[in-house]
């Protein structure tokens, strides 16, 4: 079984900043990798991918131009840098991976066969 572990999670002031981790179990070039959020009430929102292959990304609109995802193959770790951050963007947050050769680019569709356990983002002033 893949495994994912998020980290870096913890609360922050409207305005600061913070990095997650998502540290996978397996090769990076074989799995596409995103980043999901869900806050209490909501339901489970995609923000952010990255395509094993190509390393190729996408952003949800709500996150576009505030949220960053890159990976380190050698550590095999998917990072989500996150600024700007808004009292909305209080969420559990996870990662999650699909065999890379499913899809050339990414997408943020809630079918990742493999999750993490999600680490808590909590914004608040």
């Known amino acids: 079984q893949l495994q994912l572990v998020e980290s870096g999670g913890g609360l922050v002031q409207p305005g600061g900043s913070l990095k997650l981790s998502c540290a996978v179990s397996g090769f990076l070039v074989n799995y596409n990798v995103g980043w999901f959020r869900q806050a209490p009430g909501k339901e489970r929102e995609g923000l952010s991918c990255?395509?094993?292959?190509?390393?190729?990304?996408a952003y949800a609109d709500s996150v576009k131009g505030r949220f960053t995802i890159s990976k380190d193959d050698a550590a095999n770790t998917v990072y989500l840098q996150m600024i700007t951050l808004k009292p909305d963007d209080t969420a559990v947050y996870y990662c999650?991976?699909?065999?890379?050769?499913?899809?050339?680019?990414?997408?943020?569709?809630?079918?990742?066969?493999?999750w993490g356990q999600g680490t808590q983002v909590t914004v608040s002033s």
């Open positions: 999650a991976a699909k065999p890379s050769w499913t899809d050339t680019y990414c997408s943020m569709s809630d079918d990742y066969p493999s």
């Open positions: 990255i395509s094993g292959r190509l390393g190729s990304t």
